[in-house]
């Protein structure tokens, strides 16, 4: 993983722009090179860039002698930075996003589970299951298990964020290092039913296991894609 220091100026600068964008209309005016240039205090070309990485996007459309306007991505490719949450990465593509679906029970935890999170097999875990919705149409279907000696107990009426800064921010459990693993299954009745394709179609299976500073496992989030999107992921 790039340190902060070490992104090229152009892409911080992308970043900045991206925010603004998301928060104008489709099809409102941006502002100009010239005026971004004196802005940031940078090259014409640094600006240029940045600006060319929003329009690969599909975020900013520039017609020459009109200007730059704000537009909506037409195809279904995203890129997601693992370090960090999928909502977070959603919110800088810029189109809008919500969870559906929302459930949040106590279930004994199977073999795999208590493998994963170092637990007796059988003992209690938090599963929390929903539907990821961009746009209105299904995303991802996402499934995790927590801890429940190590996670406070919390309810539907807490998610009113991510799952991570829920469990770091509200319930105030330091969340250390993940590990990912990516993986091509085939979707069970659960996840075609969720989100709505044919039992048995290919999706793409992402886990992400969380440790806290003890480098003790403390939550297993478990995310399937549809075949029909492109996602890029970034380490």
Known sequence: MKALSEIPLYLKIADELRAKLIELPVGAPFETEQMLTKEYGVARGTIRQALNVL????????????GSF??????????????????ESIR????????????ITLVPALIDISELLHIPRGAKVRKVTRLRVIDGKPFAYCEAYLRTDSIPAFYKRDYTCTLGDLVRNKLQVHLGDRRCEFRAVAADETVAQALAIP?????LMVSILCFGYDREPLLSDVFYFTSSQTLRFEL
């Open 92 to 103: 800088k593509i810029g189109v809008s996003s919500s969870v559906r679906n929302l459930s």
């Open 55 to 66: 329009v690969q996007e599909g975020l900013l459309t520039r017609t020459q002698g009109s």
């Open 199 to 203: 039992l048995g179609s290919p999706v």
């Open 70 to 87: 704000r537009s909506q991505p037409i195809n279904s490719s995203y890129r997601f930075t693992l370090a960090q949450e999928l909502t």
